[in-house]
Each structure stands twice: as structure tokens, then as C-alpha cells.
T-cell receptor, first 112, second 111 residues
């Protein structure tokens, strides 16, 4: 079972460039999430999608947009990357509250 | 605002001992709380869920307690092994039904 697949695994961007982080799950989960993880800050929720066709802001949505393309896929877009967006990004999925989340292996993004 | 606090200092213990990790939360009352394990360079892995009406939950060598009066959860690993070395994350659900993660406690089990 693949679980949650994230691409790419690593990326270096220049300030102002744009990119899309891809996430796909094969567990037929309704809910999907994007988190960022920074040293000393823990995991912070950027955006989530409770079900196909819906998306909502999390704790730190500024500078990001998302698309729930279908039940399997949930992408995160950085329109104009900033050094403050240097982080490790994790996608996760779940059946919904209160079930556990399944996380991808992460994308390590550096903005220079 | 809702806040989660875990031991910020790494916990170093000897193999075979019981590791106890603490999670304190403030400014809300979660109905559910989860614990995750995270290894370096990997995503968190779900371990256990405990509900507010459950005082204790066990899974093999793992035990979690949930004290809603103290606003605290304790995570125990009995008979610890070097393979248990990792960072452990506490994650209570907030009022909006989303997980809020603590910063994690790094556990190191020495042979």
C-alpha cells in the first residue's frame, strides 16, 4: 500500500518563484491536510479539506493556495515563494474525526 | 489561544526502563487526543487515540492516560528498546475538529 504520496521530496526555489506540491492518497479517505514543520514550532496546519470539493484555512494559510482536485489528490501552491516559507511540508489524510492521520514522507523546501 | 506543551528537553533512558512523556494543554478541552511517533526525515506515524471518557488506553508496550481535570496526557513505553528512540508528538483535537500538534519530545533509549 502506497498510503500518502508526496512529490517532490526536495525543492530549492528562488524568492518570487512559484511551485505546486502534489499529494495523493489511495486509502479512500475523505479528509486531507497540509502541514508545515519548522524547528521549535511543531506541525502547523496550513489548509485542510474535510471532503472532496471543500477546502478551509488552517492556522498559517497566508502565501498558500490549495486545490482538492478529486478525492485522492490535494495540492498546495506557493504563488510567490518567500524565504519564510522554507520548511518541511507534510500532507496527511484521514477518515475524519477522531481517526488517526496518515502522513506522507514530506517535501523539504528551501527558498533562497 | 489553544496551547500544547511537551517536554522540550530530550529524554534519555536505559534499555528496559519505562519512558514517560508528558503533554499538557491549555485553553480548551479536547474530546480526543492522539499520540504519534516521528523518525528523522519521515512523516509522523499514528500510534494511539484516547477519548475524553477513557482514563487509560493500552497497545502492546504503550500506555496513554488522559486526565481532563489536570489537562494532561501521559505516554508510557514499558520495557523500552533502542528501536523506540524517536520523537513523540502529542496531538489533541481542537474545537474545530482539527489536530493541534505539540512540538514533540525526543526519546533516546541507550543499550
Amino acid at each position: 500500500n502506497a498510503g500518502v504520496t508526496q512529490t517532490p521530496k526536495f525543492q530549492v526555489l528562488k524568492t518570487g518563484q512559484s511551485m505546486t506540491l502534489q499529494c495523493a492518497q489511495d486509502m479512500n479517505h475523505n479528509s486531507m491536510y497540509w502541514y508545515r514543520q519548522d524547528p521549535g514550532m511543531g506541525l502547523r496546519l496550513i489548509y485542510y479539506s474535510a471532503s472532496e470539493g471543500t477546502t478551509d484555512k488552517g492556522e498559517v494559510p497566508n502565501g498558500y493556495n490549495v486545490s482538492r482536485l478529486n478525492k485522492r489528490e490535494f495540492s498546495l501552491r506557493l504563488e510567490s515563494a518567500a524565504p519564510s516559507q522554507t520548511s518541511v511540508y507534510f500532507c496527511a489524510s484521514s477518515r475524519g474525526t477522531p481517526y488517526g492521520y496518515t502522513f506522507g514522507s514530506g517535501t523539504r523546501l528551501t527558498v533562497v | 489561544s489553544q496551547k500544547i506543551e511537551q517536554n522540550s528537553e530530550a529524554l534519555n533512558i536505559q534499555e528496559g526502563k519505562t519512558a514517560t512523556l508528558t503533554c499538557n494543554y491549555t485553553n480548551y478541552s479536547p474530546a480526543y487526543l492522539q499520540w504519534y511517533r516521528q523518525d528523522p526525515g519521515r512523516g509522523p506515524v499514528f500510534l494511539l487515540l484516547i477519548r475524553e471518557n477513557e482514563k487509560e488506553k493500552r497497545k502492546e508496550r504503550l500506555k496513554v492516560t488522559f486526565d481532563t481535570t489536570l489537562k494532561q496526557s501521559l505516554f508510557h513505553i514499558t520495557a523500552s528498546q533502542p528501536a523506540d528512540s524517536a520523537t513523540y508528538l502529542c496531538a489533541p483535537y481542537n474545537q474545530g475538529g482539527k489536530l493541534i500538534f505539540g512540538q514533540g519530545t525526543e526519546l533516546s533509549v541507550k543499550p
